[in-house]
């Protein structure tokens, strides 16, 4: 009967002092993985009302030939503040121009630019408000309200509003390839 006090009280010391010093799970830290963010990105500050699907063409040949090769989708989700939409492009990618699809859903609402941002390494190209019209040019879906920095998209046979690159785009991203 001794023995098994002493192997109960030589048992009990052992496993107070290993877990003297031990933290419950709720407090160790909680290590957050980090994405290696992309060292080319355009970045568009806009209000969205209505969640929807954009898409983000670019060309390497100097052409306005676009298709589905060169293309980056984002789903975006519906807000009434302006919100981040980011398209992660190639790192090896030397765009020569753009095309911006705003959207997919037609019971989308009235829509509004507050920013956009080419980031190329360590150059960047900005266009705040409507400075974004200087280098981009609705289809006929879209109809612009200059003064706020908004459009809508009109109701047609076919639902497919874009904004096409301007020449002042072109010359934006050389500088930014080179």
Do not use: W
């Amino acid at each position: 009967m001794r023995t098994k006090v002493i192997i109960a009280v030589v048992l009990f010391s052992t496993l107070s002092i290993s877990c003297k010093n031990e933290k419950s799970v709720d407090q160790l830290p909680v290590v957050e993985e980090k994405v290696a963010e992309s060292k080319v990105n355009v970045t568009v500050d806009m209000v969205v009302p209505v969640d929807d699907s954009f898409q983000l063409f670019y060309t390497e040949d100097n052409t306005l030939n676009f298709s589905e090769e060169k293309c980056v989708r984002v789903n975006v989700q519906g807000k009434e503040k302006s919100q981040k939409i980011v398209f992660e492009l190639p790192d090896d990618v030397a765009f020569t121009y753009m095309r911006f699809d705003v959207g997919e859903n037609k019971q989308q609402k009235e829509m509004k630019i507050d920013n956009f941002t080419i980031k190329y390494y360590d150059r960047k190209f900005e266009a705040k408000g409507n400075l974004f019209f200087q280098y981009f040019s609705p289809n006929n879906q879209l109809k612009l309200d200059l003064q706020k920095s908004t459009f809508v998209v009109e109701e047609k046979e076919t639902h497919d509003p874009i904004f096409y690159p301007l020449e002042p785009l072109g010359v934006e991203l050389n500088k930014l390839i080179k």
